[in-house]
């Protein structure tokens, strides 16, 4: 018998076409598609436990996850002042057990009714009542029959997500698994390989006949994982494959300019600097010179920790693009930036006869014209100012390089966009946040990438603690006896986005009430992001020369300007910010030779010391502790790198910044908070496929060219095979 599995899923046995068309609604329309509807998870029979079992296991000091199958006996809503309890008691044929939530509570206090059954997994305590607790446990209602069933069989059985539009459609949580089995035990055999078959057996992956069984009804643990697996090597395939076909674009096909090296020029340039560099520094430089050289275009990612010494490093290369007669454009994220940058070039620049433009909003028109026009010209060698240089449509006479400073917002696409407009630029981006291994290979994956592991001048470790609000009185205390000594601080308030106005008030009234009360005698300065740019610039130059011992800030310091002075952090609220905030934020103290400080103020709960160790917490734990785990990682390092891995962890896989603007598909099965190894394998296999075969004109490679075209079609712009 042979197949056709685009038919209609109305052929499926117990389908029909009242229930086809509510799959319909959900965009499943053809049996392949339904193959490929896998359950949200799996029970698997091995760890269903009894609750006397379980009670017995905890005491023994136990303390992995169980699954207990029980029916509803009571629930309870508790009130403690303004805190709301639930929780739910169920019993098996052994004894009872017990499940709370402490958040969500009006979420979850009308889903559970007498007599229903449920299998209820998390971690089991024993409290000091002595009753066996689940807190906010994963749980999955039963039908009666089926609870049997699953007792007895030992078998794993599939959950499957049940949006309204199938209940509506008469589809429930057994007919579901019965449509499925039936879908799977006919059809799942005629299903094709979609990956060439060379990497099926290099990199050992199951086939994808047997990937689909096994994703509805495993054989075994070990097979549900290596299902799994196929599929996330295979998302990820297909993704890397897009990256390495647009970097192939780039390299190959796009011409790029060869600059000339004059090596004594540089080395004289970087004797009179008045510092040595450092060995990231230098390194960094030899790569980027490797790639000026190079006839193809440069698209590099300079990546180091703030206070690296990433702008001498981009200044090299600046001068070696204006040297071979070209222009460069430098793009910062703020006017403020820009302005720093146009200021502390010229002083780099001073003895070297280069003409610097910066472009700023708010200038005169006149003055914009003026500075358009010489650009036009070519007169201006090197062009400063923000992102909204490319929005508009400046002239450029010759430009022969992009440096972009901090390209957090500045996504793959948009920089496809350069590439566009005949002979292509380099492009240098920095990046300040350090990027978790897995996302520069991912979506950053057509950058190379160049690393700054070293600081300059060895500079002191900041002391970095948590305090609640308890302690800001002593905490004023210390910033006034340390402003003897002629240190000056930073006290932040958060920025809470929905509410710009509200923060901005928290800001001003400390100001005001900080000034006449706990900091009087000392010079106050408030700034916040509603001021104009160079309102905030006025006020950080007044701070960087010690006009001010302390300044009240919003978030705006988060990038700004260099303050050697500034040697304490005081972060209110620490527990609103990311982790990538709260390292840069620490970052703007302990920029000179004495001992800084970074005060986090949090409550009680999320100041308290825990070891972190997220591979062994589970996802509910995590992010129940998500603030406690992050002001304790900022206790433990000032690596920015350790940092942005933890990073990654606590924000799970579905929001992980850069993603969204990196213009690539989502991923539906891969981690990459897990899954490195894999990501690793599906990248070499689908480097040296487009290698060797960039248009992918192969017989065993045409399956991949077809997918791409049918599946991938929006992201082939920028690639060899459009
Ligand atoms: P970032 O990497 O955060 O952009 P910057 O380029 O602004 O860092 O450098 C921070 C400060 O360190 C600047 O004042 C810069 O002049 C200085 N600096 C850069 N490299 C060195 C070095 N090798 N030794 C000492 N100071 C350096
Ligand atoms: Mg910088």
Partial sequence: MSANLSDSVQYIKSVGPKRAEAFSRIGIKTIRDLLFYFPSKHLDRTNVLSSIQVYGNVRNGYEGEVTIIGSVIDTELIRYGKKEIYKVILSDDTGKFECVWFQGVKFFKNRFNYNEVYAVSAKPVVTRYGNLQFAHPDFDKLENEESRDFKNTGKIIPFYS??????????GDMSIRQILSNAVNDYAKFLSESLPQNIVQK???????????????????????????RLKFEELFFIETLIALRRNLIKNEVRGIKFAINIDSIKSFITSLPFNLTNGQKSSIREIIEDL????????????????GKTIVSLIAAKIVIDSGYQVVLMAPTEILAHQHYLSISKFFADLNINIGLVLGGQKKKERIDILEKIGSGKTQLIIG???????????????????????????DQRSRLIQKGVRPDVLIMSATPIPRTLTMSVYGDLDVSIIKDMPLDRKQIITTAR???????????????????????IVYPLVEESDK????????????LKDTELQGLRVGLIHGKMKWNEKEEIMLKFAQHEYDVLISTTVIEVGIDVPNANIIVINDAFRFGLSQLHQLRGRVGRGEQQAYCVLIGNENNIRKMKIDLSGMSRTQIELNRSRIRINAMMNTSDGFELSEIDLKLRGPGDLFGTQQSGLPRFNFADLTEDFEILVNAKEAAFSIIETDPKLKNDENVIIREILRNNFRDHLAYSSIA
């Avoid at 049940?162 to 589809?171: A, D, F, T």
């Fill in 468 to 490: 609640t609000e308890k302690a800001l009185p002593k905490i004023y205390e210390f910033i006034r006896d340390k402003s003897l000594d002629g240190y000056q601080s930073f």
């Fill in 293 to 308: 050289k190079s006839p193809k275009p440069m698209n590099r990612l300079l990546q180091g920790d703030v206070g690296s």
């Fill in 162 to 171: 049940l949006p309204k539009e199938l209940r509506s459609g008469n589809i």
């Fill in 502 to 513: 509200l923060e901005l008030k928290a800001a001003e009234t400390y100001y005001h009430k």
């Fill in 386 to 412: 923000t992102h909204a240089l490319f929005e508009e449509q400046v002239e450029f006479n010759n430009l022969g390089l992009i440096i972009i400073d901090e390209q957090h917002r500045f996504g793959v």
């Fill in 203 to 229: 990199y050992q992956l199951l086939d994808i006949v047997e990937t689909v069984k096994n994703m509805h009804h495993p054989s075994s643990n070990e097979m549900l994982l290596k299902a799994v697996n």
